[in-house]
Nanobody, 127 residues
Framework: QVQVVESGGGLVQAGGSLRLSCAAS????????VGWFRQAPGKEREFVGG????????YYAESVKGRFDISRDNAKNTVYLQMNSLKPQDTAIYYC????????????????????WGQGTQVTVSS
């Protein structure tokens, strides 16, 4: 089973950009679907986006469509979350999650679908 570690969070002004990385251990990363989630204080953890095993299919929450982009490099065991046009409401702890998946096209949006989680990285967007 892989382990994942997020990095790249920080403080940015509204309208700015950040790129988060999710680095995975293990030799079979291409057998894992990856999702990005976020959790703001006092709120439930929510789906941000997901990417299928080989990166051919990407899925996004409505709130980030057109602003965020997910990509992956299986040779580097890394998934990226490029966040543009950031808004104060994007402020949250961002989590990377992975799921061993025989299905090569999907990336589920449910928190309970994923069994490997990182520790999270804080993203703060100031107005």
């Amino acid at each position: 089973q892989v382990q994942v570690v997020e990095s790249g969070g920080g403080l940015v002004q509204a309208g700015g950009s950040l790129r988060l990385s999710c680095a995975a251990s293990g030799r079979t990363f291409s057998t894992y679907t990856v999702g990005w989630f976020r959790q703001a204080p006092g709120k439930e953890r929510e789906f941000v986006g997901g990417i299928s095993r080989y990166g051919r299919n990407k899925y996004y929450a409505e709130s980030v469509k057109g602003r965020f982009d997910i990509s992956r490099d299986n040779a580097k065991n890394t998934v990226y979350l490029q966040m543009n046009s950031l808004k104060p409401q994007d402020t949250a702890i961002y989590y990377c999650a992975a799921k061993f998946d025989l299905n090569p096209v999907r990336a589920p949006s449910g928190v309970t679908e994923y069994d490997v989680w990182g520790q999270g990285t804080q993203v703060t967007v100031s107005s």
